[in-house]
């Protein structure tokens, strides 16, 4: 494939719409796959632009069974060559907000102890 940047525009009613220009006139439309947690979604069009040379409107469902709690992440690919062309992710659900919460209460401790420590360092050092 030819040298391809992909632009995310917007997600809208569960599809997410993006820009997929190629450089270097590239003959007919690229082949895309785009796969959550390693399995093909449906569904995926690709559409000349028109009046814009070598740019593609693309467009991917995003399945409701994809819809979970966590971080579900969307792999954009070009199928010939295997070269990821972006990807996007949607975070979903009460547990991940509790879990980052978790997670930043432990990283606080931990400076504060190492903010004792290096304290005490400091002071054991001078004296």
Same mark, same amino acid.
């Not at 569904?43 to 028109?50: A, K, R, T």
């Not at 979903?92 to 190492?114: F, H, N, Q, V």
């Given at each position: 494939?030819?040298?391809?940047?992909?632009?995310?525009?917007?997600?809208?009613?569960? @599809?997410?719409?993006?820009? /997929?220009?190629?450089?270097? #006139? $590239?003959? &007919?439309?690229?082949?895309?796959?785009?796969?959550?947690?390693?399995?093909? @979604?449906?569904?995926?069009? /690709?559409?000349?632009?028109? #009046? $814009?040379? &070598?740019?593609?409107?693309?467009?991917?469902?995003?399945?409701?069974?994809?819809?979970?709690?966590?971080?579900?992440?969307?792999?954009?690919?070009?199928?010939?060559?295997?070269?990821?062309?972006?990807?996007?992710?949607?975070?979903?659900?009460?547990?991940?907000?509790?879990?980052?919460?978790?997670?930043?209460?432990?990283?606080?401790?931990?400076?504060?102890?190492?903010?004792?420590?290096?304290?005490?360092?400091?002071?054991?050092?001078?004296?």
């Amino acid at each position: 494939m030819a040298e391809a940047q992909l632009t995310k525009s917007r997600i809208q009613a569960g @599809v997410w719409e993006g820009v /997929l220009s190629l450089e270097g #006139g $590239a003959d &007919g439309a690229p082949e895309i796959e785009v796969t959550h947690l390693e399995k093909p @979604v449906e569904g995926v069009s /690709l559409e000349p632009i028109d #009046g $814009a040379q &070598g740019q593609w409107h693309l467009r991917i469902p995003i399945p409701a069974a994809a819809l979970s709690d966590g971080v579900q992440t969307f792999l954009i690919r070009s199928r010939p060559d295997d070269v990821t062309l972006g990807s996007f992710a949607i975070l979903t659900g009460e547990p991940m907000s509790e879990d980052i919460r978790a997670e930043m209460d432990l990283l606080r401790a931990e400076l504060d102890m190492l903010k004792r420590a290096f304290r005490r360092h400091c002071v054991e050092t001078m004296g």
